[in-house]
């Protein structure tokens, strides 16, 4: 069963905008944490940010905070990244990810927590 699909990966020059969508499952979206990480080679893969969808609170890693903003479209099982102001260091592979929750505070940006893992999509940023 596919869990997470990832889409919206492309190559966008700095300072540019690009979103990411993520469609999960409907057993993988409802009550739910779905975090955002991202890796490049040779580097571990770390957090990005992450949205519970039992209340909607939102956490954004210190590289992103203010140009990163996570969104929900409810009726399509989506969570959408929207990505401003890019950088080069912003260039990976993008994953998604999940893993159930019960109540509805932060969610956590350890990859061990999370379940499931969708494929990935890239990002390029630059000139």
């Known amino acids: 069963q596919v869990r997470l699909v990832e889409s919206g990966g492309a190559s966008v020059q700095p300072g540019g905008a690009l979103t990411l969508a993520c469609v999960a499952a409907?057993?993988?979206?409802?009550?739910?944490?779905l975090g955002w990480f991202r890796q490049t080679p040779g580097q571990e893969r770390e957090g990005v940010a992450t949205i519970n969808t039992l209340g909607a609170r939102t956490f954004y890693t210190v590289p992103v905070k203010g140009r990163f903003t996570l969104s929900l479209d409810n009726a399509k099982n989506t969570v959408y990244l929207q990505m401003t102001s890019l950088t080069p260091q912003d260039t990976a592979m993008y994953f998604c990810a999940a893993y159930p929750v019960y109540l509805s505070g932060h969610c956590s940006v350890q990859l061990s927590d999370y379940r499931y893992w969708g494929q990935g999509t890239q990002v390029n940023v630059s000139s």
């Open positions: 409907e057993n993988t979206y409802t009550r739910h944490c």
